[in-house]
């Protein structure tokens, strides 16, 4: 089911119209201002994206201060709509140099009545892809110019890159270096009891490329996950009679780029694709079973009378020796009557945070395989009124560990096919950071 959009609005905060394109004649010109009667003056913009008024419906979002409403008089798909306007929103990023806001409709609004006309056509989204527009609107926008200087020479293959198979990646590219740089990207999620037993784990992660290649390469990713190696396993196993071992990883709710071949990855297990010229993210994951966590962390907190308390925190790093955590940050929770802290630690510095209530313990390089501790004497204000039970926040963490995954994904093997077979330079990089990293005290 399309989006059939009857038409596109974009308002301000006011809910004055900057720009508005009819698609179809469905719709009255009073919808703006029923927009505004209806849902902005009713102070309901942040209960559902998605109101229906009268025989329309009305899908909006707001981007910095800038609200995009899409009108549809029939029965629409709105998971189509809105992925719309996020991929409009990034196209005309990309012309205004990164910048979305009241300011940048208003420099360019010609350029935007001319998307308009390119990236929907009676209602139905085309082409938003800013590799293939920019191939042929080569207009600059007031913030950023992207484009080059025009030239007479006809764009080679125009029409074949809007209407081809290959839409992302556009021909006649030639590079002196051919390199393929491949990051994988991983948040872990923790969340502790005080009693050391994990009540939520998982992993999100996400492949990021970056690729300089001439010509139109074939590429062939291969990952440690089960998927992947089920059928090697079945052959390995049978030369070596079961002694397969291995590791292997499950990855959920896997979504790919739309430049691999799924037709491929079903039959051969494999992430093949034609990759886009530049940066572009590959693939994204998760994964909640079989977590490595790197960091251990183990608090003992002790209130001594009414205006003291000892703070005991050790933290171990658990991933390899010859690895390093950098920037690691420890948030120890402290009561809001805190009035004095004496603070030791065998790491880092640490020092007593009053706006956040806590005693921020900040590590500048933390090696694998070790361990360091906090020892705080924490003094509270005496009160007269009777004290009221703290109720402990979990410690929180930040890190950043490179060349190790919590997830344990691995590169098996990264290959370049091209049919004038140049060499090519892989480069592969890993990191883990902290996403919601909490431990119960």
């Known amino acids: 089911m399309p989006v059939s959009a009857s038409a596109i609005y974009f308002l301000n905060l006011r809910g004055d119209v900057l720009i508005n394109r009819l698609y179809r ?3 009255g010109g009073n919808m703006v201002d029923a927009f505004r009667l209806h849902i902005m003056q009713t102070k309901e913009l942040g209960t559902c994206p998605v109101r229906q008024i009268g025989g329309c419906s009305f899908f909006y979002m707001r981007i910095s201060n800038v609200y995009i409403v899409i009108v549809v008089s029939s029965n629409a798909n709105v998971a189509c709509a809105f992925k719309f306007v996020v991929e409009a929103v ?11 806001d009241e300011d940048a409709i208003r420099n360019n609004f010609v350029l935007i009545y001319e998307f308009l006309d390119e990236i929907m056509d009676f209602g139905y989204p085309q082409n938003l892809s800013p590799e293939i ?3 042929y609107i080569t207009q600059e926008g007031v913030r950023s110019p992207f484009s080059s200087k025009p030239t007479d020479k006809p764009v080679p293959n125009a029409t074949l890159q809007v209407t081809g198979a290959v839409g992302w990646r556009r021909e006649g590219l030639v590079y002196k270096k051919n390199e393929v740089f491949l990051d994988i990207v991983e948040s872990v999620n923790l969340l502790m009891s005080s009693k050391g037993s994990v009540l939520r784990c998982d992993v999100t992660g996400k492949v990021l490329m970056k690729c300089f290649l001439s010509g139109m390469p074939d590429l062939k990713l291969g990952l440690n996950d089960k998927i992947g190696l089920e059928k090697e396993a079945e052959i390995k196993s049978r030369l070596l009679r079961g002694n397969f071992c291995g590791k292997t990883i499950e990855l959920d709710d896997v979504t790919f780029h739309q430049c691999v071949n799924l037709t491929r990855f079903n039959s051969e297990k494999t992430v093949s694709f034609v990759p886009p010229d530049g940066e572009f993210e590959l693939m994204k ?4 079973e079989g977590v490595n966590l790197p960091f251990r962390v183990l608090p003992t907190i002790k209130e001594l009378g009414r205006t003291r308390m000892e703070v005991n925190v050790k933290v171990k790093s658990v991933f390899g020796a010859k690895m390093f955590a950098l920037g690691v940050v420890v948030k120890v929770p402290v009561p809001k009557q805190t009035a004095k802290t004496s603070v030791q630690v065998t790491s880092g ?9 806590c005693l921020m313990w900040k590590i500048r390089k933390f090696p694998g395989q070790t361990e360091a501790t906090l020892s705080a004497e924490v003094e509270l204000i005496s009160t007269i009124a009777e004290k009221k039970s703290w109720t402990r926040p979990p410690i929180q963490m930040e890190f950043q560990v490179p060349m190790f995954t919590a997830s344990g994904l691995r590169v098996r093997f990264l290959k370049v096919w091209e049919k004038s077979g140049y060499n090519t330079v892989e ?12 431990i119960r005290c």
Do not use: H, Q
């Open 25 to 27: 004649d469905d719709v």
């Open 349 to 357: 510095r640490a020092k007593y945070n009053a706006s956040m209530d």
């Open 133 to 135: 527009l920019k191939l």
């Open 427 to 438: 480069w592969v990089r890993y990191i883990t950071k902290a996403g919601s990293y909490e």
């Open 285 to 288: 994951y998760r994964i909640t």
């Open 90 to 100: 990034n196209l005309f990023k990309s012309y205004f140099g990164g910048a979305f």
